[in-house]
């Protein structure tokens, strides 16, 4: 079955560091792979997207990109600011299976410290 | 604005007490989800509904209930056949099954 795997926390760097959040993912089809990032009391949010191989997702200068040979959509920031503390999650969908859901890897709690 | 409410946003009720939790959106979208969520465990889907009177069983669907009579509406009621209750809900809606999900602000259930 479909799955996905990211690393686990919590990170913890300082402001201005250079973020990646590992996330690889097992799937049968051509999935749909998503970061969303939860803030402290609140909903998940779409942070980006990627539809297809080689796409790259970016949004709040974070990037990710879609890599098919080595099944993984790690999340990168060049310089991490204090309002990037979230957890951020690691999700697929796999268009290809009508009645899948979308799988959501467990978390991953981000700490900037000033 | 369009978007997903959750009431309310804290929920405290005695064990062996059923409890419904509300969803609502105006996003027009067709699928709507239940998910808890635990330190540590990221998210579990409970129940799914990708149209009007119809919904599926998730993952972990047992001591859950949940109805479908409107399209903006998707209540789950947490009865008391669930073992271990005290935990952070959250509802989301979509177009479609599988296109990027919306959330609302979640339910944090304390059952004592």
């Known amino acids: 079955g479909n799955s996905v795997t990211q690393m686990e926390g919590p990170v913890t760097l300082s402001e201005e560091a250079f973020l990646t959040i590992n996330c690889t993912y097992t799937?049968?089809?051509?999935?749909?792979l998503f970061w969303y990032v939860q803030y402290p009391g609140e909903g998940l949010q779409l942070l980006l997207k990627?539809?297809?191989?080689?796409d790259k997702g970016s949004n709040k200068g974070f990037e990710a990109t879609y890599r098919k040979e080595t099944t993984s959509f790690h999340l990168e920031k060049g310089s991490v600011q204090v309002s990037d503390s979230a957890v951020y999650f690691c999700?697929?969908?796999?268009?290809?299976?009508?009645?899948?859901?979308?799988?959501f890897g467990k978390g991953t709690r981000l700490h900037i410290l000033p | 604005d369009g978007g997903i409410t959750q009431s309310p946003k804290y929920l405290f009720r005695k064990e062996g007490q059923n409890v419904t939790l509300s969803c609502e959106q105006n996003?027009?979208?067709?699928?709507m989800y239940w998910y808890r969520q635990d330190p540590g465990q990221g998210l579990r889907l409970i129940y799914y509904?990708?149209?009007?009177?119809?919904?599926q069983k998730g993952d972990i669907a047992e001591g859950y209930s949940v109805s479908r009579e409107k399209k903006e509406s998707f209540p789950l009621t947490v009865t008391s056949a669930q073992k271990n209750p005290t935990a952070f809900y959250l509802c989301?809606?979509?177009?479609?099954?599988?296109?990027?999900?919306?959330f609302g602000n979640g339910t944090r259930l304390t059952v004592t």
């Open positions: 989301a809606s979509s177009s479609t099954v599988s296109l990027p999900l919306h």
């Open positions: 799937a049968t089809g051509y999935p749909s």
């Open positions: 990627a539809t297809k191989a080689d």
């Open positions: 999700a697929l969908s796999d268009r290809e299976n009508r009645d899948d859901k979308i799988i």
């Open positions: 996003l027009n979208h067709d699928a």
């Open positions: 509904s990708q149209i009007v009177n119809d919904f």
